[in-house]
T-cell receptor
C-alpha cells in the first residue's frame, strides 16, 4: 500500500451538478497530482499542486479546479458535470513530482 | 504537445511465454516510469528509468530506456497468471511547464492463459 487515500470510492452524480473529491497524500510528500482515467484509456493529467499552489495544468477546462491544504492533502472540484466526466479520478502523491504513487481512485459516474 | 505511444494494445500469451511492450515518445524525456494496473484497480508504480541506455531488472521483469531517451520497453520472461493486467509507461518531460507531469501511453493489456 502506498499510504495515499482517496474519498469517496464511488460517486454517482447528475449532469450539471458539482462534485468534490478528496486525496490524502503519503506522509512526507508535498505534491499531489490529479489524473482522469476514462475507461480503457491511460490516465490524463489534470493539474498538480506543490506546496499549496497549482504547479501546472493539463488540457482541462476551468470547471476543473483544485486546492491543496497545509497538510498537503488535496481536493478536486468539478462544476457543471457533463456525461464525459464519468471516469476514474486518481490522485498521485510525490515529493516534488518525483516517483508518483497513486491512490485507489474515485469512480465518478455522471448520469 | 508531448505524446507517448505504446504498443501493442493487447497481448495474449500462454503461461511461460515471454511478453514485451514498447513505448515511444514524441519528445526527449527526462525520465520514464512504468506502472501496472490490475482490472478494477489503480496504477501501481513499478520502476523509474532516468539515464540514457539504462537497463533495470526486477526478477522476471526487464526495463530499458533508449539511448535517445525517447523510447522504452518492458520485457517479462516466462509469464505467470499473476502478471495479468495493463502495463503503462509514463513519460516526464523536463522541459515542460509542469514539474513531474506524467504523460501516459495507452497501455498494453496482458492476458495470460494457464
Amino acid at each position: 500500500e502506498t499510504g495515499v487515500t482517496q474519498s469517496p470510492t464511488h460517486l454517482i452524480k447528475t449532469r450539471g451538478q458539482q462534485v468534490t473529491l478528496r486525496c490524502s497524500s503519503q506522509s512526507g510528500h508535498n505534491t499531489v497530482s490529479w489524473y482522469q482515467q476514462a475507461l480503457g484509456q491511460g490516465p490524463q493529467f489534470i493539474f498538480q499542486y506543490y506546496r499549496e499552489e497549482e504547479n501546472g495544468r493539463g488540457n482541462f477546462p476551468p470547471r476543473f479546479s483544485g486546492l491543496q491544504f497545509p497538510n498537503y492533502s488535496s481536493e478536486l472540484n468539478v462544476n457543471a458535470l457533463e456525461l464525459d466526466d464519468s471516469a476514474l479520478y486518481l490522485c498521485a502523491s510525490s515529493l516534488a513530482g518525483i516517483l508518483q504513487y497513486f491512490g485507489p481512485g474515485t469512480r465518478l459516474t455522471v448520469t | 504537445g508531448q505524446q507517448v505511444m505504446q504498443i501493442p494494445q493487447y497481448q495474449h500469451v500462454q503461461e511461460g511465454e515471454d511478453f514485451t511492450t514498447y513505448c515511444n515518445s514524441s519528445t526527449t524525456l527526462s525520465n520514464i516510469q512504468w506502472y501496472k494496473q490490475r482490472p478494477g484497480g489503480h496504477p501501481v508504480f513499478l520502476i523509474q528509468l532516468v539515464k540514457s541506455g539504462e537497463v533495470k531488472k526486477q526478477k522476471r521483469l526487464t526495463f530499458q530506456f533508449g539511448e535517445a531517451k525517447k523510447n522504452s520497453s518492458l520485457h517479462i520472461t516466462a509469464t505467470q497468471t499473476t502478471d495479468v493486467g495493463t502495463y503503462f509507461c509514463a513519460g516526464s518531460n523536463a522541459g515542460g511547464t509542469s514539474y513531474g507531469k506524467l504523460t501516459f501511453g495507452q497501455g498494453t493489456i496482458l492476458t495470460v492463459h494457464p
